[in-house]
């Protein structure tokens, strides 16, 4: 499968890109190191950019990524963040504003729900739906009933509502025993359950990264794609890809690893260890592409 890494000798080449695993990933890296100006460079926030936190609050943007990303957005059609957050939260923990190299950035939060471009700084967004104010209403009830409402962490994201099991004595066993009655709440109130690394999102149905990954590279007109992601929420991002790869567009899978969600790193073309792994990669494809 695509999840082992073969990046032999890049301590002795350090501008060398580490190989895909897999044809089409290789084919993906070639197409967009060829004609980088007709790509599209897309990643995750959390777990990818930014290191994964027990408070959601404190997540930032790894020291190394903003950088990286300055470097490669104006040597590219375009860089898009594609989070579960809302999109200003994201711009805010990323420190994408006002960066030289990232005027163009743009933001996808909330599954694609809503926009922040740099251009304008400014987020465009539809109506919440009401069942998430329904959902967030009920939700200590079903958490106390579970015996799980000091054990836990509610974030509130403004369009979804996350329920955090990290901080319990046994968050596995804590996320477990939340997932049937979260998804009956959810179902309640015309929400879904988006499970991801000890977190457990309610949010509307419709919207996930990848119908936002696949209308953002048909709007850019993108030839070729490169998806970085760490979590369950990133598999609808990946099949996204693997579905523009049968239409005839190349596109590189990258896990930012972790033994938490083998699944994703299963699907990857390349598998990196971290948000510092992922700010290297991307580093390194704009020193790659710059002549």
Sequence with gaps: MGS???????????????????????????????????????????????PIVADPEQARAHPDAV??????????????????????VAVRHGGFAGVPGLEHLVVLGHYGAERWDAVSGTV???????????VRSELPGVLHEAGLWHDTYVEEKGRAVAVHTRRAADPQGAFETLRAPLTALAARHGLVVEPGRMVLELRPPGVDKGVALSEYVREVGAESVLYAGDDLGDLPAFAAVEKLRLDGVPGVLVCSGSAEVPELADRADLVVDGPGEVASLLAHLARNIAH
């Design 4 to 50: 082992h890494r073969t990046d032999d000798h890049r301590d002795d080449h350090p501008d060398d890109l580490p190989t895909p695993s897999t044809a089409a990933g290789r084919d993906g890296l070639a197409a967009i190191v060829a004609r980088p100006g007709r790509s599209v460079i897309a990643v995750d926030f959390d777990g990818t950019l930014a």
């Design 67 to 88: 950088p990286a990303l300055a470097a490669l957005a104006p040597r590219v059609a375009s860089v898009a963040v594609i989070t579960g957050r809302p999109a200003g």
């Design 124 to 134: 465009r967004a539809p109506a919440p739906h009401p069942g998430v104010a329904a």
